[in-house]
């Protein structure tokens, strides 16, 4: 490159830096001249309240499924979903030709193991009378002791063979009452009064027995308990030591809105869970007689637990407080204060209480309808546009370097 180009470039660079920094300091003066002044608020009563929210699943007291014994084609379902049942009532009937084969084979059972029990002591009692009367005959000479140790093997086998066929016989009486169960079990009636969640089967349709299946069986029904309802709720470990059983909850429904229920916390799991590299725990919260007639099963419901409220209290913004320390005398641990300015600008020393969601509680130091400055948010600093103009500058000599 020419030293007259280069001469041209370093000319043209000097004069945008020039340019710039006649812009940057018009800017400047603009900015100061519309500085936002303070807004002037006042100081009013109002309810501060500490609580903590969370988010679950509304959940019935308990569900049960209603699984048969036996197995067979279903025959009739006698109720419908969503329809309240007391306990005892009918629900579904499954063709009894099954089970009743089951309950006749059983039956057969149990009679070939009494015959074969009554032979093997017939057996063993008619060895027993002659093993008796050899060893009389033993005793004048007339058989020998062979004999009679052979015969008293006989009765021991005898005897160990009659306990076994006791023991079979019981065994198939057990099985015919499972069998007679399995009978009864074709008329399936409700075990507990509550509402039908879910009707899982049709008539024609074939069912697994639950005892026998290898799967569990077949799910006919499943009822559940709506008169009490809870939420479930997973609780940040931040706010579940303010937790305590029996305090009172506030319930909201999104499917649901503008109306609110009540409840109350019933159980805090002693034990948390990671979920998402956060520690929750499980918070149990029993929702009130009118939330239950009205809440839904899987509906989504938002908790809120009030920890601490304090009603008719003094309120500012909390954007309106500045922190200041101060001396708490020779020996004591320093510590920090709070002002704010009236509408005049004075400084005016006060005591805090809560601060919440951008409220804070002032204790003393304002009275009612007194009137401070809340300082206006403030825009893009002039020492920010300095460092970006600095930056500027830097990137300017950078580049003319190059061309050396």
């Known amino acids: 490159m020419t030293e007259k180009k280069k001469r041209i470039l370093i000319g043209v660079g000097l004069a945008v830096l020039v340019v710039g920094g006649a812009i940057y300091w018009w800017k400047g003066r603009s900015a100061a001249k519309k500085t936002t002044p303070p807004r002037i608020v006042t100081v009013k009563r109002g309810d501060l309240r500490v609580a903590v929210s969370a988010t679950g699943v509304?959940?019935?007291?308990?569900?049960?499924?209603?699984?048969?014994?036996?197995?067979?084609?279903?025959?009739?379902?006698?109720?419908?979903?969503?329809?309240?049942?007391?306990?005892?009532?009918?629900?579904?009937?499954?063709?009894?030709?099954?089970?009743?084969?089951?309950?006749n084979q059983a039956l057969s059972e149990v009679r070939m193991a009494l015959a074969r029990a009554a032979a093997a002591w017939s057996k063993s009692t008619f060895a027993a009378a002659q093993l008796k009367r050899d060893r009389?005959?033993?005793?004048?000479?007339?058989?020998?002791?062979?004999?009679?140790?052979?015969?008293?093997?006989?009765?021991?086998?005898?005897?160990?063979?009659?306990?076994?066929?006791?023991?079979?016989?019981?065994?198939?009486?057990?099985?015919?009452?499972?069998?007679?169960?399995?009978?009864?079990?074709?008329?399936?009636?409700?075990?507990?009064?509550?509402?039908?969640?879910?009707?899982?089967?049709q008539p024609g349709q074939m069912v697994a027995s639950g005892t026998n299946s290898v799967n569990g069986g077949t799910t006919l029904l499943r009822i559940a308990n709506l008169k009490q309802l809870f939420i479930r709720v997973k609780v940040d470990e931040a706010d579940v030591a303010k937790l305590r059983r029996a305090q009172k909850a506030s319930i909201t429904a999104d499917a649901m809105p503008g109306k609110a229920f009540t409840g109350s916390v019933l159980r805090i799991a002693p034990r948390g869970t990671v979920e998402s590299n956060v520690t929750v725990f499980e918070v149990v919260v029993a929702v009130d007689e009118k939330g239950s007639a009205v809440l839904k099963p899987q509906m989504?419901?938002?908790?809120?637990?009030?920890?601490?409220?304090?009603?008719?209290?003094?309120?500012?913004?909390?954007?309106?407080?500045?922190?200041?320390?101060?001396?708490?005398?020779?020996?004591?641990?320093?510590?920090?204060?709070?002002?704010?300015?009236?509408?005049?600008?004075?400084?005016?020393?006060?005591?805090?209480?809560?601060?919440?969601?951008?409220?804070?509680?002032?204790?003393?130091?304002?009275?009612?309808?007194?009137?401070?400055?809340?300082?206006?948010?403030?825009?893009?600093?002039?020492?920010?546009?300095?460092?970006?103009m600095a930056a500027s500058g830097q990137n300017m000599r950078r580049v003319m370097g190059g061309m050396r």
């Open 300 to 388: 989504s419901a938002n908790v809120e637990v009030v920890i601490e409220e304090r009603l008719n209290v003094l309120l500012v913004p909390q954007r309106a407080l500045q922190r200041v320390a101060g001396s708490g005398g020779a020996g004591k641990r320093e510590r920090r204060g709070y002002v704010v300015r009236d509408a005049g600008g004075k400084k005016l020393t006060v005591r805090v209480g809560r601060i919440v969601g951008g409220q804070a509680e002032i204790i003393s130091g304002l009275q009612e309808g007194s009137r401070i400055q809340e300082p206006a948010r403030q825009k893009r600093s002039a020492m920010d546009r300095r460092g970006g």
């Open 58 to 103: 509304v959940e019935p007291e308990y569900i049960v499924e209603i699984k048969s014994k036996a197995s067979g084609e279903v025959e009739s379902v006698f109720v419908q979903e969503g329809e309240l049942v007391a306990k005892g009532k009918k629900l579904v009937k499954i063709n009894p030709i099954l089970e009743k084969r089951r309950v």
């Open 136 to 201: 009389k005959l033993l005793k004048k000479g007339l058989v020998s002791g062979d004999a009679v140790a052979t015969l008293s093997k006989e009765v021991a086998v005898y005897t160990g063979e009659g306990m076994v066929a006791n023991a079979q016989v019981s065994k198939a009486k057990e099985a015919l009452k499972e069998a007679q169960d399995r009978l009864t079990e074709t008329q399936i009636v409700a075990p507990v009064a509550g509402t039908v969640l879910n009707r899982d089967v």
